[in-house]
């Protein structure tokens, strides 16, 4: 039996072809020393030529001197003197041109077989000014540069001198071995200072907000995951100030979720028994619709209607269970006894928290007469739970509802004198689980109802929230004529 192929490495090949740092604090030093050393080599090249030049000149000048010298008696100096003078101005032979004579050997030492390479100092173009220090070093043994220069302690057009190249080879070499320790301590020293500089202003607080989103990632209630705020005004700063912010958000969006999720779990588990118990009240509200008695005929009605609601309520598994809302069904619905019947199953009473409605019995809005019941509903309930846990109170206020109309709007205000909304939630009293004022509160009345509100493509907002009371102003599209006039207060 053959053996089984050997299965491949589905792994990508490593492309990297060098070496490079992966921390930032790593690069950046790197970098740093890299570019100041390449600086360093940049200003190699000038430098040589410049040391190089001075040292033409150099022998220039001592064969300057050497020359008046030699011409002071020029017939009593022997062949070992005008060797010892060319000596000590290190030159080969010395040579004057004047407008008079033309070039004129002043002093000749021994000759070289090899023909000087020229170096005129008068006239040096900035190629071959750089240029010649390599030229230098990288000619070969055994040469003689010719060097021309304007004269400084005689009258002549200029002064030309032969010397040999190998002792300013090797000068040269020893001070561009110096340049570069230099640059090169140069370059590592400021390396390590732009380093340090950098790693505690820039990489260091990089390094603390990275971990901290590292930590975030892996456990957002982790209280080592809060990236501190240094206060800095810079773009670190802003930095720091943003993802606090943002990690924020996120835990409350995340504390949310969680919520939602246990809030759709819990309402599927009971969903079942909850209609099963709501069509027992419903078989009983038909026994009672038999009996003949007046007071029963009366509040049948009223049951009925909240039995219908919960009924169609627990079929939709609640909102923000697991369904989303049905689309409204938008149709003119008297807004006065919308309020009115809003208003009993919030449970306002003349004795307690009362409801004035402001709003004549003929005006009419477009909207889902279910869902507007909701909404009012849920505005009221809020206002008298705020009204009742105010002390001092008594558990007595006063809710109004008022209604106006604004290019083609109905504008539905709901105002209590209760204690308003404090500051803290005021940005957030529309999400849900995170905008009640009540430690026992859900927060999602308000969620519910703005959401319904834009399903009719019209909102809810907070107009007002001070210590005299809050207002909200529920809009929806559309003003529909009045039926009749009238006005009724509960």
Same mark, same amino acid.
Request: proline share 3%; aromatic share 0%; charged share 30%.
């Given at each position: 039996m053959a053996d089984a192929p050997t299965p491949q490495d589905s792994s990508p090949p490593d492309r990297r072809r060098f070496f490079w740092p992966g921390g930032l604090s790593a690069r950046l030093l790197t970098l740093t020393i890299l570019f100041v050393a390449v600086g360093g080599m940049i200003a190699l090249p000038p430098a040589l030529a410049a040391y190089q030049e001075s040292w033409l000149l150099d022998r220039v000048?001592? /064969? @300057?001197? *050497?020359? +008046? !010298?030699?011409? !002071? &008696?020029? @017939?009593?100096?022997?062949l070992d003197q005008r060797e010892q003078l060319l000596q000590g101005a290190g030159v080969e032979w010395v040579a004057i041109s004047t407008p008079d004579v033309g070039l004129r050997l002043v002093l000749q030492g021994r000759q070289r077989p090899q023909r000087p390479y020229l170096v005129d100092l008068r006239d040096q173009g900035p190629g071959s000014w750089l240029g010649g220090p390599f030229n230098t070093l990288f000619g070969g043994d055994g040469r003689s540069v010719r060097v021309r220069a304007e004269p400084r302690f005689i009258q002549a057009d200029f002064v030309e001198v032969v010397a040999p190249d190998a002792e300013l080879k090797q000068e040269l070499w020893q001070y561009l071995w110096r340049l570069i320790l230099v640059v090169a301590f140069v370059s590592t020293l400021a390396g390590v200072l732009v380093y340090l500089s950098l790693n505690l202003f820039l990489v260091r607080p990089m390094q603390r907000i990275t971990h901290a989103m590292e930590r975030f990632r892996a456990d957002p209630e982790d209280p080592e /995951? +809060? *990236?501190? !705020?240094?206060g800095r005004r810079d773009e670190i700063g802003r930095a720091e100030a943003e993802l606090s912010r943002m990690q924020a958000d996120l835990r409350a969006a995340l504390s949310s979720r969680a919520r939602l999720a246990a809030l759709g779990? &819990? *309402? &599927?588990? !009971?969903n079942h028994d909850l209609r099963n118990m709501l069509t027992s009240a419903q078989i009983a509200s038909e026994r009672l619709a038999a009996l003949k008695d007046p007071k029963v005929s009366q509040a049948l009605p009223r049951l009925e209607r909240a039995l219908d609601r919960a009924v169609k309520l627990a079929s939709d598994v609640l909102t923000y269970g697991k369904t989303e809302e049905a689309a409204p069904e938008p149709q003119p619905v008297p807004l006065a006894a919308a309020v009115e019947a809003a208003g009993e199953e919030a449970r306002l009473s003349p004795k307690g928290v009362r409801l004035v409605c402001d709003v004549d019995p003929g005006e009419q809005v477009i909207a889902d007469a279910d869902q507007l019941h909701r909404i009012l509903a849920n505005l009221l309930r809020n206002a008298r739970e705020a009204i009742e846990h105010q002390e001092g109170r008594g558990g007595r206020g006063e809710i109004r509802v008022t209604l106006e109309r604004i290019e083609g709007a109905s504008l539905i205000r709901v105002a209590d004198d209760g204690p308003g909304v404090p500051p803290k939630i005021r940005e957030r009293i529309f999400q849900p689980f995170a905008g009640s004022g009540r430690p026992d509160g859900a927060g999602l009345g308000l969620a519910i109802a703005r959401e319904l509100a834009q399903g009719h493509g019209g909102d809810l907002t907070l107009l007002d929230a001070g210590p005299a009371g809050a207002t909200f102003e529920l809009r929806l599209p559309g003003a529909p004529p009045r039926r009749r006039a009238g006005r009724k207060s509960a």
């Open positions: 000048r001592a /064969a @300057e001197t *050497v020359s +008046r !010298i030699s011409d !002071i &008696a020029p @017939e009593r100096m022997t /995951a +809060r *990236v501190g !705020i240094s779990e &819990a *309402v &599927a588990k !009971i």
